[in-house]
């Protein structure tokens, strides 16, 4: 017979201080479940940069897109018709995207935890393909503070869909930095609505 050993919070911060990760763990736990339970989602979406960019410019860069985005899916006048916002979470992350990095952290990017909208087809393929090609148009349109140099290149910026029962398992990947100490809920996800982020 299999015996399955049950370890009680006090027994698992224990062990999660044994590993290495101390309390972080218990706050990777918090962020995947409050994450799960703004779920169900429908689209998991990328957005990277071709430069080096602080938080800060990031989430401006972000929530541009995200107004630019939903004007392209519900239309230029959505708000005054009455159309509800599409919504979803962004979680930033930072990673390094050049080997000479000047950033101790790297640069921010983003996944995007997109729901369902009515004004998407109900078949995935083509509203997969309209929520790409909508956030690609509103990435291409996003510019370096010297307004010469384009933020996102054709490979910044990826989408796939996510199956019924699926939302878990993106959870668990775009909450894997809650690891790290010092992570911070408010400077880390981002609510999208009407407003951008």
Same mark, same amino acid.
Request: hydrophobic fraction near 40%.
């Given at each position: 017979? %299999?015996?399955?050993? @049950?370890?009680?919070?006090?027994?698992?911060?224990?062990?999660? #201080?044994?590993?290495? +990760? /101390?309390?972080?763990?218990?706050?990777?736990?918090?962020?995947?479940?409050?994450?799960?339970?703004?779920?169900?989602?429908?689209?998991?979406?990328?957005?990277?940069?071709?430069?080096?960019?602080?938080?800060?410019?990031?989430?401006?860069?972000?929530?541009?897109?995200?107004?630019?985005?939903?004007?392209?899916?519900?239309?230029?006048?959505?708000?005054?018709?009455?159309?509800?916002?599409?919504?979803?979470?962004?979680? %930033?992350?930072?990673? @390094?995207?050049?080997?000479?990095?000047?950033?101790?952290?790297? #640069?921010?990017?983003? +996944? /995007?935890?997109?729901?369902?909208?009515?004004?998407?087809?109900?078949?995935?393929?083509?509203?997969?393909?309209?929520?790409?090609?909508?956030?690609?148009?509103?990435?291409?349109?996003?510019?370096?503070?010297?307004?010469?140099?384009?933020?996102?290149?054709?490979?910044?910026?990826?989408?796939?869909?996510?199956?019924?029962?699926?939302?878990?398992?993106?959870?668990?990947?775009?909450?894997?930095?809650?690891?790290?100490?010092?992570?911070?809920?408010?400077?880390?996800?981002?609510?999208?609505?009407?407003?951008?982020?």
């Amino acid at each position: 017979m %299999l015996m399955i050993k @049950q370890f009680d919070d006090e027994q698992r911060d224990d062990e999660a #201080s044994w590993a290495g +990760h /101390l309390s972080t763990w218990h706050d990777y736990v918090q962020v995947r479940k409050l994450l799960e339970s703004y779920g169900p989602y429908r689209f998991f979406l990328t957005l990277s940069f071709n430069y080096e960019l602080s938080d800060h410019e990031g989430q401006e860069a972000l929530a541009k897109l995200w107004r630019r985005l939903m004007k392209k899916v519900l239309g230029k006048r959505w708000i005054s018709k009455g159309v509800k916002p599409m919504t979803g979470v962004a979680v %930033l992350e930072k990673a @390094q995207i050049f080997a000479q990095s000047t950033r101790e952290f790297g #640069s921010c990017h983003f +996944h /995007l935890l997109v729901h369902h909208h009515p004004h998407l087809s109900e078949d995935d393929l083509i509203a997969s393909i309209t929520l790409l090609l909508a956030f690609a148009d509103a990435a291409k349109q996003l510019t370096h503070k010297n307004r010469r140099w384009q933020l996102v290149s054709k490979h910044g910026v990826s989408l796939k869909i996510i199956g019924p029962g699926e939302s878990p398992s993106f959870v668990k990947y775009v909450a894997k930095e809650a690891l790290r100490h010092g992570w911070k809920w408010d400077e880390r996800v981002f609510y999208l609505g009407k407003d951008g982020i």
